[in-house]
T-cell receptor
Framework: EPEVTQTPSHQVTQMGQEVILRCVPI?????FYWYRQILGQKVEFLVS????????KSEIFDDQFSVERPDGSNFTLKIRSTKLEDSAMYFC?????????????FGSGTQLSVL | AQSVTQLDSQVPVFEEAPVELRCNYS??????LFWYVQYPNQGLQLLLK??????LVKGINGFEAEFNKSQTSFHLRKPSVHISDTAEYFC???????????FGEGTQLTVNP
């Protein structure tokens, strides 16, 4: 079965540094998402993206966050100046239709640790 | 806004025993309901979903869930679990098929021999 691939699996960074989390969605998918899970808390929606635009974003997704599809295969999440509270598992997801919840594919996540 | 509560953070069971993982939701509008499973070091995988129609939904790996609107619940069940079912299970809700998912806290199911 096709997979969503996320790299790296673990990332450690210093507070205030920029970090880019990378995702390769399934090749024919058009709708892309980022979710995150802080340790011990719920999985939370961050942003959805389609046709090179943000479709929806949560209250968490402030000016420190940005997303980009720099080429035909990658989908990235950038955090400009990381804070301790950004430490979390970040999940990328993709779907082929706008009714994404009918068949949403998640990656295995990037564990971000901000020191 | 929607919210989801998974009533049990940990559920230990013995192999071949039945299991029920509980999920309650709150919403002011009609919802779509989902269960996801996360095996160690893997991503979230859709187990089953309720979009409309029959309130009893069957999913992969022998799991099923029943949508109960009056009790605002969507409990997950399996009549006989295997060691391989050991994983974290997440209940989620959305207000339509394309909107963000709102997840519960997750339930760690551990199946012991």
């Amino acid at each position: 079965e096709p997979e969503v691939t996320q790299t790296p699996s673990h990332q450690v960074t210093q507070m205030g540094q920029e970090v880019i989390l990378r995702c390769v969605p399934i090749s024919n998918h058009l709708y892309f998402y980022w979710y995150r899970q802080i340790l011990g808390q719920k999985v939370e929606f961050l942003v959805s993206f389609y046709n090179n635009e943000i479709s929806e974003k949560s209250e968490i997704f402030d000016d420190q966050f940005s997303v980009e599809r720099p080429d035909g295969s990658n989908f990235t999440l950038k955090i400009r100046s990381t804070k301790l509270e950004d430490s979390a598992m970040y999940f990328c997801a993709s779907s082929v239709t706008p009714r994404g919840n009918e068949k949403l594919f998640f990656g295995s996540g990037t564990q971000l640790s901000v020191l | 806004a929607q919210s989801v509560t998974q009533l049990d953070s940990q559920v230990p069971v013995f192999e071949e025993a039945p299991v029920e993982l509980r999920c309650n939701y709150s919403s002011s509008v009609s919802v779509y309901l989902f269960w996801y499973v996360q095996y160690p070091n893997q991503g979230l995988q859709l187990l089953l979903k309720y979009l409309s129609g029959s309130t009893l939904v069957k999913g992969i790996n022998g799991f099923e869930a029943e949508f109960n609107k009056s009790q605002t619940s969507f409990h997950l069940r399996k009549p006989s679990v295997h060691i391989s079912d050991t994983a974290e299970y997440f209940c989620a809700v959305s207000k339509d098929r394309g909107s963000r998912l709102t997840f519960g806290e997750g339930t760690q199911l551990t199946v012991n021999p």
